[in-house]
């Protein structure tokens, strides 16, 4: 699905020379280049704060309990996700309520948000699926009516722009009141192990973030809250300051391949190719496409047996994980993601993927698909 190797070989003599760098100053924890790798992307973003942490799912949950939420809350996030965006919502004690997405997107329907507000409604956790970010002027909206706070899931979309209807333009995760990421290798900016971010343009929960993924402390052994231990390695943080200048180029590369895909799809009825909102920028990470009565597993065997990577983001909705069974979501509950996990399919997305890679992986789905 991506090729870590090739995007490391164009880029080894700066990262080798960056990692050196941290070697020879044995700074592996909250070195200086931690804190300049969050001052670039603070740059990069136009935020005001960046704090580095361990991952994203650990971003997530810095933000939820900074913000202190209390047990019996409820939080509001889509069923079509990756489970770390409920994980944490369930972790802390707070109440997950899942809405159905909308069919083109597959991003969270705000009209549901709207109907599942309740008087414990504290936060809503849009998760800008795929590269494209959710109706976050619409969601503003919602949660300024009601006095919600919004924490933006970025770990899929970092370096996408969002367009408001007056003209401003700001970076996905920098919208909401907090916004989180992932460095996980294979995301659009990926560190060579674990890493995260958290980002907010307000002083008091950066503040609050800060001492939270610092084992609650803001004065060093003077613990006021109860944290938790989430950092941002120094090798992590130097790998990414030399990666974070490329990162537009690395969305124009999927873009230009995603476009390939676009085009070679595009008369098959039977593929719905990416669907993007006008309000903002795809930077794919991943390419899914959504099959119209396509037998996908034998689809995927095809692929397999030619040597072409391929998956499902996401085969079951959260409401329907064995983990997070409830009495209040019932299979049929949210017909859209139920639909979307039984029919889409992801094709490799990288930035190294070449004209000959793309034509032999769109003439192999086109193979089985139109036979
Ligand atoms: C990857 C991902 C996460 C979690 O990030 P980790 O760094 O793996 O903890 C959370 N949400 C979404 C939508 C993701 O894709």
């Known amino acids: 699905m991506v090729d870590l190797q090739g995007q490391y070989k164009k880029l080894k003599t700066e990262i080798d020379a960056e990692i050196q760098q ?88 705000p009209e549901a948000i709207r109907n599942a507000i309740t008087t414990k409604t504290k936060a809503i956790v849009p998760v800008h699926l795929f590269g494209q970010c959710a109706n976050m002027e619409e969601i503003m909206a919602i949660a300024d009516e009601h006095d919600l706070f919004v924490i933006e899931d970025n770990a899929q979309a970092i370096g996408a722009n969002y367009r408001f209807k007056n003209g401003s333009v700001k970076k996905a995760g920098t919208i909401g009141h907090i916004g989180c990421t992932s460095f996980f290798p294979s995301k659009n900016l990926g560190a060579f192990g674990d890493g995260g971010a958290i980002f907010t343009n307000d002083d008091i929960i950066a503040e609050q973030m800060r001492a939270v993924a ?91 047996d030619k040597g072409i990577a391929n998956a499902v983001y996401y085969p079951v909705p959260l409401h329907q994980q064995k983990a997070y069974r409830d009495s209040r979501y019932q299979d049929g509950a949210f017909p859209v993601a139920e639909k979307l996990a039984a029919n889409v399919i992801s094709l490799p997305m990288h930035t190294e993927l070449t004209e000959e890679q793309l034509k032999y992986i769109s003439d192999a789905v086109l193979g089985f698909v139109e036979n």
């Open 22 to 109: 941290v070697l020879d100053t044995s700074s592996y924890i909250k070195g200086p280049v931690v804190d300049a790798f969050a001052k670039d992307l603070e740059n990069y973003l136009d935020v005001k704060h960046v704090i580095p942490c361990g991952n994203g799912t650990d971003a997530l949950q810095v933000a939820m309990m900074a913000l202190g939420l209390k047990p019996g809350d409820e939080v509001i996030t889509t069923t079509f996700t990756f489970i770390a965006t409920a994980e944490v919502i369930a972790l802390l004690g707070l109440t997950p309520v899942l809405v159905d997405v909308l069919e083109d997107t597959m991003n969270i329907d």
């Open 214 to 304: 610092n084992h609650g402390m803001k004065v060093r052994y003077y613990h006021d809250y109860v944290g938790v231990n989430s950092r941002l390695d120094s090798i992590q943080a130097a790998i990414l300051k030399v990666k974070l200048p490329h990162l537009d180029d690395f969305a124009k590369a999927r873009n230009r391949a995603a476009n390939y895909y676009n085009a070679a799809f595009a008369s098959c009825d039977k593929i719905t190719t990416p669907i993007t909102a006008s309000f903002t920028d795809h930077v794919f990470h991943q390419y899914t496409l959504v099959l119209n009565n396509v037998d996908r597993g034998g689809l995927q065997m095809h692929l397999n």
